[in-house]
């Protein structure tokens, strides 16, 4: 039928322009799919690195507690600047992707930010400290966790 031509002597052109709108879907749907690949291994990605920061500032405060030495002041200025640093990684992707995803509650923060220093300077014995903190850092780890799940059931 394509190759027929009409009365006028035109070629009929109805077959190529439907394999261009499906070649353009095609197109498309790949491009799509790619997006959301590359958006799934950025926030796998952000979510390890966030998971690792959180780990390497919990073995630091464990380190810090650990030495008798350390004061209230060396565990704040440790804790302001991992808490920054921590705080921008697990906010980044919903400024960059423009994501609901929330890895950790500004609570979590603001708890990170206050309870190790009031942990340390309550006077607990070490191991209760240790022990606390522990807890501390799993129930952290656990929240990222959760809401890297809760962000996978939307998809």
Known sequence: RCTMRSKI???????????????????????????????????????DKLTNLVDSCFDKLDELFSKRETTSEDIDIFITEK?????NKASQLSRVFKSKIIFLTTD?????????????????????????????RTDVLEEIDQN????????
């Open 9 to 47: 002597g035109r070629p009929n052109t109805t077959r190529g322009f439907d394999s261009s709108i499906v070649t353009a879907a095609g197109w498309y749907w790949a491009a799509h799919l790619n997006h959301r690949t590359f958006e799934r291994s950025e926030f796998i990605k952000n979510k």
């Open 83 to 87: 808490t920054i640093e921590i705080e």
């Open 108 to 136: 979590t923060i603001t708890k990170m930010k206050s309870y190790p220093l009031d942990l340390f300077e309550n006077n607990n014995m070490y191991n209760e400290q240790k022990s606390k903190l522990r807890k501390f």
């Open 148 to 155: 890297y799940e809760e962000w996978l059931k939307k998809l």
